[in-house]
């Protein structure tokens, strides 16, 4: 499958399958996360591979009873827990660069398209999960001072794929031309 045709058929998966996810094809998608661009290549962005059954059940008290996505956390094979050290994405000489201070977020977007769009061309699929008590995740995953467990991504062969993706604006609301609301004049 090409670059564009895996982003255009690439689908939130929150069912599981019950097969495990291959330790070769795991470290595929690790590689995918690695190669991430990344602020100054600071590479701020860790994951830790989460197995163990009673480590994603304590993940799993960590989201909220209604996040549709709490099930797919024990369900799915396994979960990656995105991480970032805070601090060092958008830092020069240890001052932000820029208004926007910390880019950890920028970063770990980033990383985490890597993994989705990787999984996905390997038949696999994930949920992206951010609400939810970090603090609390953090700490279940005994991460050093510094670092944030940002999100879930639970992880597995789809039990359950969506046809078609949520309905998206136009181009004509998303894209301009030279300045914000004159409108994009190429197709």
């Known amino acids: ?3 564009l045709e895996c982003i255009m058929t690439r689908r939130t998966i929150r069912r599981f399958a019950d097969s495990p996810v291959a330790d070769e094809d795991l470290h595929e998608m690790i590689e995918a996360v690695r190669m991430a661009p ?5 590479q701020c962005v860790s994951l830790v591979v989460v197995k163990d059954p009673e ?4 993940l799993q008290g960590t989201l909220p009873q209604g996040n549709p996505a709490r099930n797919g956390v024990v369900e799915a094979p396994c979960v990656i827990a995105l991480c970032a050290k805070k601090g060092l994405s958008g830092y020069y000489n240890g001052e932000p660069a820029t208004p926007f201070g910390d880019w950890f977020l ?3 977007g980033l990383a985490c398209q890597n993994l989705a769009l990787a999984a996905h061309a390997m038949g696999y ?12 995740a953090s700490s279940i995953l005994k991460l050093p001072e510094g670092m944030v467990c940002l999100e879930l991504l639970p ?8 046809e078609k993706a949520p309905e998206r604006k136009p181009v004509a609301e998303l894209v ?7 409108a994009l004049r190429s197709k």
Do not use: C, H
């Open 176 to 182: 301009y031309e030279n300045s914000f609301g004159e």
């Open 38 to 42: 990344s602020w100054a290549n600071t």
């Open 55 to 58: 480590i994603k059940t304590a």
């Open 155 to 162: 992880l597995g062969r789809p039990a359950v794929i969506p």
């Open 125 to 136: 699929g994930v949920v992206n999960v951010g609400l939810m008590d970090q603090q609390a």
């Open 106 to 108: 920028f970063d770990a």
């Open 1 to 3: 499958m090409d670059a």
